[in-house]
């Protein structure tokens, strides 16, 4: 006769061995640097889950995105790992199979991930099988050694089974921490990298002068600080990258591929810009925008030495970790300032914007055009889709005239002179006219700072003297080419969401 595990126990035996395998395989990914599974698995339910899914996590997340979904997925492990253990109590066998295919679906996930090999699925692999060898131990009934010898040959020594699963659980902590601290000194690493000194010099076509003139009010900076320039893409860990190994190939329809060094783009003419970029998950009046001066080589430059085919429709371009996007040729050379950057705000490259080399095109949504992590260009026609574009985006990407209501801050301020005050942006046509309307008033126009170029936000100003009470205020652009923005609510899906910013304001 035999004493099962009772149920509160094979919980936790679930859990800890469970926990155990994920450190174990985190551990084990991080010292061989391939990917992590629980990083891995979250970048196949990025792209896998629905649009409706994605739109939902930026809202309610905003850019803590990525680690809501770490949180989410261990969650779900965690619950998985309790039944696991209870499984086990009553058939052992079904707890181990049970952590095997998790196990199993880490290391799948992790060998298909852009620029991973077959050895990726190792950690998960091992991970599950140290898992399931310590959920055997704490589950299966053995003979009882305290507070003596018993009578009956099998049973559940509670004593044992709390010291070996605080070990197991210690081991899973200890693990779990090395891991986090090898990654993080992998990112610190490449993060010391990025200090490669830029050119000292720009070519002639000099960067247009911000200052005096482009600031208008503080509330918004003109330029906006590399540290809180919004960051929206699918990576859940930055890609590996050696320097020295780094490059880029642009193949495809053209007559000479070639590839270019991080060498190369050094010792070519750089130009400085100041652009405006826009993520295609802003909602009206958001602030996943920003604006920054981008050093780098243009696009056009490179792509005349590889000669384009007169049939290529499309420039479509490959990060490090394998997303994808595509947008016209036509937009490389019609005058726009599309490049390849290295450098933001006078410094190189922030690893978190794609360093060591990303494409920053104006007028163009980052969906279709803001490549990270640059890994290939290639000439195509429209038969090849971008990551977004199949799970219901548009192929087109322009980016709509829009304003934003940045001052008044708060919901209520007190009487007497008062700034409404803001920003607005139509990159690759620029910004002619901002307007405010007041409740169902008049709209007035408002002060313009400084126009630095048609590739960047334009920041403006109303000054008004309101009395106590509720007032409802809204605001709209013109660009260059004589469109203001519409009136017509749309959300962010397909292509961009439309509409005026508007904002309630009590005055005591």
């Avoid at 792209?47 to 949180?71: G, M, N």
């Avoid at 007190?414 to 008049?442: L, N, S, Y």
Wanted: glycine fraction near 10%; aromatic fraction near 8%.
């Amino acid at each position: 006769m035999t004493t099962p595990v009772p149920r509160r126990f094979a919980a936790i035996a679930g859990l800890v061995s469970g926990a155990l395998a994920v450190a174990i395989g985190m551990l084990l990914a991080a010292i061989t640097e391939v990917v992590s599974p629980i990083d891995a698995v979250g970048s196949e339910v990025v792209d896998r889950a629905p649009r409706r899914v994605k739109e939902l996590a930026i809202r309610w997340f905003e850019t803590d995105d990525k680690l809501a979904l770490r949180i989410g997925i261990i969650s779900i492990l965690a619950v998985a790992a309790v039944g696991v253990g209870v499984l086990a109590a009553r058939r052992v066998w079904l707890g181990m199979a049970g952590i095997g295919l998790f196990g199993l679906v880490g290391a799948l996930s992790a060998a298909h991930r852009p620029g991973e090999s077959a050895g990726a699925a190792l950690p998960s692999i091992l991970g599950a099988v140290v898992g399931a060898i310590v959920l055997s131990r704490l589950v299966q009934p053995r003979p009882i050694e305290v507070p003596g010898p018993s009578k009956a040959p099998l049973g559940w020594d509670r004593r044992r089974f709390l010291v070996a699963s605080g070990v197991a659980a210690a081991g899973a902590a200890a693990a779990g921490g090395v891991a986090r601290a090898l990654e993080g000194q992998r990112v610190s690493e490449i993060r010391q990298a990025t200090r490669v000194p830029l050119p000292d010099t720009v070519i002639a076509e000099e960067m247009p002068d911000i200052s005096p003139g482009a600031e208008l009010f503080d509330e918004t900076p003109f330029l906006t600080p590399n540290d809180q320039f919004y960051r929206i893409d699918t990576a859940l860990s930055f890609p590996g990258i050696d320097l020295d190994l780094w490059s880029f190939e642009i193949a495809g329809m053209v007559d000479t591929p070639m590839r270019f060094t991080y060498a190369d783009l050094l010792a070519m003419p750089q130009v400085e810009r100041v652009v405006t970029l826009c993520c295609v998950s802003n909602e009206v009046g958001g602030k996943y925008i920003g604006n920054a001066v981008w050093r780098g080589v243009m696009l056009r430059d490179l792509l005349e030495r590889t000669g384009v085919n007169p049939a290529a429709e499309q420039v479509y371009s490959t990060s490090l970790d394998g997303w994808t996007c595509g947008f016209p040729v036509a937009a490389a050379f019609d005058g726009r300032d599309a490049m390849i950057a290295i450098g933001m705000n006078g410094e190189t490259l922030p690893l978190e914007h794609g360093y060591p080399a990303r494409l920053v095109v104006p007028g163009l949504y980052g969906y279709v055009s803001a490549t990270k992590w640059l890994s290939k260009i290639e000439l195509t026609g429209w038969d090849r889709e971008g990551y977004w574009v199949p799970r219901g985006w548009s192929a087109d990407g322009p980016i709509k005239t829009q304003s934003r209501i940045d001052v008044p801050r708060t919901a209520t301020v007190t009487t007497g002179k008062q700034a409404i005050a803001g920003v607005a942006w139509a990159q690759f046509r620029g910004i002619e006219r901002v307007e405010v309307q007041i409740d169902e008033g008049p709209w007035q126009q408002a002060t313009l700072a400084a126009d630095v170029s048609d590739d960047t936000w334009r920041q403006w100003l109303l000054e008004w003297d309101p009395s106590p009470g509720l007032y409802l205020l809204k605001v709209r652009a013109t660009d260059k080419s004589g469109e203001t923005q519409t009136a017509d609510q749309t959300p962010v899906a397909p292509d961009g969401a439309t509409g005026y910013h508007m904002i309630r304001v009590k005055v005591v």
